[in-house]
């Protein structure tokens, strides 16, 4: 049996390719450990720092065709894979900081608006702009998460109706449901997520 542990990132990667779920797990074992830790460093939560560092995998396995021989496709120079998954980690935590803060300035603002009496049209636009904001992160979930979630909260179906639709069961749509909130409530705030939703 292969020692995978003494294997380069690159025979490493060569594996991937070819779905070696061995070598995904030795590549998972190699750098979650210090990719979480830049991710808490910069996040300081530990369940935004989980998320980021397990999308990271996940996208690494969703494009591990890309990955034969080392090389990226149509690239002739060989692939640092923990730059590579670094960078996406880095890039993943700026997007999520980013997407914080544009939540935390739209949640500032509707708890202003009573209060302060904002003309309707200044508030019609922020709605506007409040709603493809949550429309772009729900489009973002995985496919049938985003099917849950929508199934869920925009057409009012319980989790047995999903469970029937989707022919899966209903302890998997309570399971995409509680990943999908997990996913969205740092990005976009729970209440947000609810007067949207009401809104709909």
Known sequence: MPVYKAYHD???????????????TEIFNRYSAPLYAHAYNKL???????DVVQEMFLKLWDKRARFGDGLTAGDERKINLAGYLFTGVRNAIFDMIRHRNVAAAYEESFLKFD???YPIADYLIREKQFA?????EIAALPPRMREVFELSRKDNLS??????KMNIAESTVADQMKKA???LRPKIGMMMIAYYLLNQ
């Open 181 to 183: 909130l997990k996913i």
């Open 115 to 117: 209060t302060q009496h």
């Open 132 to 136: 493809e904001l949550i429309e772009k």
């Open 44 to 50: 300081r939560n530990e369940d935004d720092a989980h």
């Open 159 to 164: 989790y047995k109706e999903i469970a029937l």
């Open 10 to 24: 690159n025979e490493l990667l060569d594996l991937l390719n070819r779905e070696d779920h061995l070598a995904y």
